[in-house]
Structures are given as C-alpha cells and as structure tokens.
T-cell receptor
Framework: KQEVTQIPAALSVPEGENLVLNCSFTDSAIYNLQWFRQDPGKGLTSLLLIQSSQREQTSGRLNASLDKSSGRSTLYIAASQPGDSATYLCAVNSAGNMLTFGGGTRLMVKP | DVKVTQSSRYLVKRTGEKVFLECVQDMDHENMFWYRQDPGLGLRLIYFSYDVKMKEKGDIPEGYSVSREKKERFSLILESASTNQTSMYLC????????????FGSGTRLTVV
C-alpha cells in the first residue's frame, strides 16, 4: 500500500527566503506526482504535475523535482511571499489512477 | 482549463435529513471522486466512479451513496445526515492516468446540526 510522508509538517519563515518542502513515498510504481496548494476553507489548487518519466517541472517561482527510484519529491519555492502562506499537499498517483496524499506542510511566510 | 464546480460552498442541514452534494466537470473526464477532509485525518476517499452508471467504494463509504447518471455529474448523497458527517467535502475529476492530473472543486463545507 502506497504511503506518502511530508516533512516538515509546519514551517514559518520570513519573507524572501527560498524554501524546500519534502515529500517521500514508499512504492516507486507511480503514474505521476502532483503538488497542490490549499488555502483555509478552500479546495485544492494544482500547482505542478510531474509524470513518472520526468525529473522536474517549473512554474514561475515554483520548481518540483521527482526521484522515482528513491521515492522522493521536493517543492522549491523561490523568494517566498506572504501570499504563499497556505498548506501544500503532495499526492502520488499509482495503481488504478488513485491518489495517495501526504499529510501536508502548513507554510506561513511572515512580512 | 478544466473546471470542477461544486454547487454549494456552505450547507447547514439537520440530523436525519437527506442531503445531496452536486459536482459537475466540464472536460469530459471519465473519472470522478468524492473525498472528505477533516483536521488531523487528511483527505479520505468516499466513493469514485470510472464511468457513467459505475461506482466504487472508497475507504469510508458508510453512510453515503453516489449517483452518476451523466458523465459530467457526480452526486454524493447522505441518506440520513448525522453530526459526524460534518466536514469539508471535495469533488475531483481526472482523465485516465495521467496526462492532466486531478482537478478539484472549491469544496462544500457541510455542517449537520
């Protein structure tokens, strides 16, 4: 059974810092991995999707990497801003097109 | 962009009521999903559907049923609402794995009193 772990569970940083959020998974037989953002009381917004054959994806200040063989992904946020404050969820798509979610990293960026 | 629309952002219902949560997607996706999200428990899969008229139980189907009469619409039904079904409900859709990933709706916050 796929298990997904995110570290750290919470993070508080001053504005402007570069951040790394970590995600690890136990079964490397995946279709893809998706990073989501969730604001309090809202739905999930997809940030980046990395296919199993890819090593990284970039969107603006966000960069996600995937090392399938070691079961790891990282989300890099450059020059963090207070508007980046949210919960970030990593989700792995494996057998049967089913998502397995990590517990999330709650990020606060202080002005 | 794919859109997944949940009909209500907030609902308040009484114990014992039959509750319908509606979800519509506009990208002809075969797969649709219903999750609930609770503090400390994360997202848990209630039901999913791979095609019209098809439904499969997820991890926590007890107390819920679903309906998928049309490809674009997936309804979650609480047959007799209870207070322990107070939660955030999230609908999602996807194409078969996995060029485009999952797209989620904006969520329905249901309170059962």
């Amino acid at each position: 059974k796929q298990e997904v772990t995110q570290i750290p569970a919470a993070l508080s940083v001053p504005e402007g810092e570069n951040l790394v959020l970590n995600c690890s998974f136990t079964d490397s037989a995946i279709y893809n991995l998706q990073w989501f953002r969730q604001d309090p009381g809202k739905g999930l917004t997809s940030l980046l999707l990395i296919q199993s054959s890819q090593r990284e994806q970039t969107s603006g200040r966000l960069n996600a990497s995937l090392d399938k063989s070691s079961g790891r992904s990282t989300l890099y946020i450059a020059a963090s801003q207070p508007g980046d404050s949210a919960t970030y969820l990593c989700a792995v798509n494996s057998a049967g097109n089913m998502l397995t979610f990590g517990g999330g990293t709650r990020l606060m960026v202080k002005p | 962009d794919v859109k997944v629309t949940q009909s209500s952002r907030y609902l308040v219902k009484r114990t014992g009521e039959k509750v319908f949560l509606e979800c519509v997607q506009d990208m002809d996706h075969e797969n649709m999903f219903w999750y609930r999200q609770d503090p400390g428990l994360g997202l848990r899969l209630i039901y999913f559907s791979y095609d019209v008229k098809m439904k499969e139980k997820g991890d926590i189907p007890e107390g819920y049923s679903v309906s998928r009469e049309k490809k674009e619409r997936f309804s979650l039904i609480l047959e007799s609402a209870s207070t322990n079904q107070t939660s955030m409900y999230l609908c999602a859709s996807s194409s078969p794995p996995g060029a485009y990933g999952y797209t989620f709706g904006s969520g329905t916050r249901l309170t059962v009193v």
